[in-house]
């Protein structure tokens, strides 16, 4: 499974890198804060980070860095993420993923995404903690546990002027049945518009589009 998830892994990172030079693209710093635990908890008694005696939620503070380009006007793009973050257990954590991102709703200076893409998660081997019980999908490495896997996210982006965005998400996926709040900041690099090949791009029509998204 690894070995076709490289694959996959390599061909989306060849698109995107195709496109970094013709479209839009923004830098993205988020902080990750506290981590949502709904569903069963089978290692509860390893949470060193749990912030009530149940485990719902602990402190799972951490770093996303990520690159994003846009292939379809403001509506559709692929991102690149790398975050580094304490889980549940206080053990270093961390992820690399490629997603797609789509728009859902924008109005005035407000966007709210959807993105989902595969990842490569790892942490420091809780297997090596006093009374850890196996989850699924890991494999143990050492004293690294590695699953491959699939991040979806939902972002809340408000434009505040002068190239910058603030941004609220909820991520899951990267770590076992859990939620965590992002709050960030992203940059944009470029804001060159990639137009369809069937657009006009003589017209007016894009340009009154790129002017009701940044004012």
Not at 4 to 25: D, E, N, R
Not at 66 to 80: A, D, G, I
Not at 126 to 144: F, R
Request: charged share 20%; glycine share 8%.
């Amino acid at each position: 499974m690894l070995k076709q998830f490289k694959i996959i892994l390599g061909f989306v990172i060849g698109i995107f890198i195709s496109t970094t030079t013709v479209a839009q693209s923004t830098f993205s710093l988020e902080i990750m804060t506290v981590g949502l635990h709904p569903f069963d908890r089978p290692n509860l008694q390893v949470y060193e980070n749990a912030l009530d005696i149940d485990g719902l939620f602990c402190a799972e503070p951490g770093l996303i860095f990520s690159y994003e380009t846009f292939v379809h006007e403001n509506l559709l793009s692929f991102q690149f993420s790398q975050a580094l973050f304490a889980d549940a257990a206080g053990q270093l954590s961390g992820f690399s993923e490629i997603s797609l991102r789509k728009v859902l709703f924008h109005k005035w200076r407000s966007t709210i995404y959807l993105s989902a893409g595969p990842a490569l998660t790892y942490r420091k081997s809780w297997a090596l903690l006093d009374h850890y019980v196996p989850e699924g999908g890991y494999t143990t490495y050492g004293t690294w546990q590695i699953k491959p896997w699939v991040i979806a996210k939902i972002e809340y982006d408000f434009f505040i002027g002068k190239k910058s965005d603030i941004s609220i998400g909820f991520l899951y996926g990267h770590e076992y049945n859990t939620f965590t709040a992002t709050i960030g900041y992203r940059h944009w690099i470029s804001t060159k518009v990639k137009h369809t090949r069937k657009c006009n791009c003589g017209s007016d029509k894009y340009k009154k589009k790129f002017r009701e998204w940044f004012w």
